[in-house]
């Protein structure tokens, strides 16, 4: 996807449809990343400004993305769980799926916009001790202290109550309970 030219934004459900969204046919696909919970594409729109612009999809539960490398989507919205967005590009059409609407799509300025501040566990610079901290100075219940984007950004609720049975730690103990080993 990057460095795809967007040709054509397609629309099929106006929940997913956002301001500016017309901008973006004529503009280039720079990067694609993770963002916690959120999938962004980096957009050069054709503007005087060459301005740069990201677009953030977050899948919730039941969103999908899928690329086709056709021309043509196959499948019509009027399915059940159709595509809801399609982004045509001279190599494919990146499909938004999401049967059950739960899905967000924003379009941003600015990338600290969707920055929710917490630290990413994912990320190979991120110290250990730092999650400790950010997890034992709470008294609120450690699985809702994962949850909190604030802190740890990009855990959600299957994760956060995966990560507690492997560490055989009650979700409802208070963060600030907890051991340093644990």
Not at 28 to 52: C, F, G, M, W, Y
Request: hydrophobic share 35%; glycine share 8%; net charge neutral.
């Amino acid at each position: 996807l990057e460095g795809c030219m967007i040709e054509n934004l397609v629309v099929h459900d106006p929940k997913f449809m956002v301001d500016g969204m017309d901008s973006l046919p004529g503009g280039e696909v720079k990067s694609v990343n993770r963002l916690a919970k959120q999938i962004v594409l980096e957009i050069r729109v054709k503007t005087p400004d060459d301005e740069t612009r990201w677009l953030s999809i977050h899948l919730a539960m039941t969103g999908r993305l899928t690329w086709l490398a056709t021309r043509e989507c196959q499948t019509t919205p009027e399915v059940v769980g159709g595509p809801k967005v399609e982004m045509h590009t001279e190599r494919g059409i990146l499909v938004f799926w999401d049967i059950r609407r739960l899905g967000r799509i924003r379009l941003v300025g600015s990338l600290g916009e969707l920055d929710p501040g917490g630290l990413d566990p994912t990320n190979p610079e991120t110290e250990a001790e730092e999650l400790k901290v950010r997890i034992r100075s709470t008294t609120t219940a450690v699985k809702v202290a994962l949850l909190q984007q604030h802190r740890i950004a990009g855990i959600g609720n299957i994760y956060a109550s995966e990560i507690l049975h492997r560490a055989r730690i009650h979700p409802a103990r208070r963060g600030c309970s907890l051991s340093s080993t644990e």
